[in-house]
């Protein structure tokens, strides 16, 4: 395995990380201002993708674009330290047309979208013009397991029905969303355990039956953008709504998954070199009992354990993103689900260790530090929480080793060749 850029990156690489000093990071204290003001979205966000736009840092993440259409048609291993660029900024994504779930999305339409659909909201979202979500976890079941989502789609002579509850679901109270990808149950005469009796319907957010609950707080902090419970009451489509074939919902949703998953941990990784960059800083600056933190040998632990720690994971994670380009998503499953564990965890546990070092002002709005650690720990939920992914990563451990039982038995030295028999 390569990681070395290519020219192409390098170059882009060092275009983003100019566009991020000039123009989004001083822009960073305005855009909290406006959030706190209820001017959301922001005007200075609608501004710079413009900028983003012409610049073409554009759809970054997206590997196969039309002929027409915006980008720069990067690998997911080519896109990886791009995101971890954007990720400085938690909003920033937004700028370059590469936020979730948009990303997800797109990928979704391109994969499955008919050329009507296509047209609807493909385009738009592919110019940026409107915003999407995704609506699949239910707060009446554990949605780790998409089996058990019982949001339900009858289908009704020339429409679909959809009734059901849906929440944390990801940009639904953004102005600019438009249209929510929604997955329920359309064979729910099947086995339960089937993973074919779920669709996935395209629904306009202004439906009649659609409406927003609430936006849910993590951790008392809510996302201007929304993580939202939504209501679907006799929610009626057309049967053109219909994403893909009926029935294979559940394996849309698996095919969606793993690039995003590359790019929320390359974000992470981004948050935890501002998170170390910070603590470093810190460390210089304060005094407590006649020394400089960074003079005292456990600060200078935490500073040396985080920066390996980063590393590791940006190793791992530009693994998973080279084996999916090489031999597709699926073959990459195991991978994501151990970047998925390692990403989340070491957010954490490095924002914690820069929480610690600021003392009291890590735990206030002063530093981007208690937002982050609140991401992470909601990361562990996200797209699976751990123990899915430990399941997934155990598992094929075991079944390596049973495909190869025995070929260890050499190791093992027999009790009278220890005595001298």
């Not at 409107?130 to 949001?151: G, K, V």
């Not at 080279?322 to 070491?346: F, P, Q, T, Y």
Request: charged letters at 25%; hydrophobic letters at 40%.
């Amino acid at each position: 395995m390569d990681f070395d850029d290519s020219d192409k990156v390098a170059r882009l690489r060092a275009q983003l990380s100019d566009f991020m000093r000039f123009h989004v990071e001083p822009a960073n204290v305005a855009w909290h201002r406006d959030v706190a003001a209820g001017r959301y979205p922001s005007a200075l966000i609608e501004r710079l993708k413009s900028r983003a736009f012409s610049e073409d840092l554009w759809n970054l993440f997206l590997p196969s674009l039309g002929d027409d259409d915006p980008g720069q048609r990067l690998s997911n291993l080519e896109y990886a330290p791009l995101a971890e660029i954007m990720g400085r900024i938690h909003w920033a994504s937004e700028v370059f047309n590469c936020s979730a779930p948009d990303t997800g999305n797109m990928e979704l339409l391109q994969l499955a979208a008919t050329p009507e659909q296509r047209r609807q909201w493909l385009e738009p979202l592919l110019i940026g013009e409107i915003r999407s979500c995704f609506a699949m976890s239910e707060p009446d079941a554990a949605s780790s397991d998409a089996r058990n989502i019982r949001t339900t789609i009858a289908r009704d002579g020339d429409d679909y029905v959809v009734n059901g509850r849906k929440w944390f679901i990801t940009g639904a109270a953004h102005p600019n969303c438009k249209l929510a990808i929604v997955m329920g149950v359309t064979g729910d005469h099947l086995d339960p355990n089937s993973t074919e009796r779920h669709s996935m319907l395209l629904v306009p957010m202004d439906t009649p039956g659609l409406s927003i609950v609430r936006n849910i707080p993590v951790m008392h902090y809510h996302s201007p953008e929304g993580h939202c419970e939504l209501l679907f009451r006799d929610v009626r489509v057309p049967v053109t709504a219909l994403l893909g074939e009926q029935g294979k919902g559940f394996r849309l949703a698996q095919d969606r998954l793993g690039p995003g998953r590359v790019h929320h941990c390359m974000r992470t990784i981004g948050q935890c070199e501002v998170a170390l960059e910070l603590m470093c800083e810190r460390a210089l600056e304060r005094k407590a009992f006649g020394r400089h933190l960074a003079d005292y040998a456990n600060i200078q632990d935490w500073i040396a354990e985080s920066r390996l720690e980063i590393d590791q994971a940006r190793l791992l994670v530009m693994k998973a993103a080279h084996r999916m380009d090489r031999e597709g998503n699926a073959a990459a499953r195991v991978d994501v689900s151990a970047i998925k564990l390692v990403a989340a965890r070491l957010q954490t546990r490095i924002v914690d260790r820069a929480m610690q070092v600021f003392g009291a002002m890590g735990l206030t709005p002063d530093t981007p530090l208690s937002y982050l650690w609140t991401w992470g720990r909601a990361m562990r939920f996200l797209d699976g929480p751990d123990e899915v992914h430990l399941r997934v990563v155990a598992r094929a451990e075991l079944a390596s080793a049973k495909a190869q039982a025995g070929r260890n038995a050499h190791h093992f030295v027999p009790p009278d060749a220890l005595l001298g028999g």
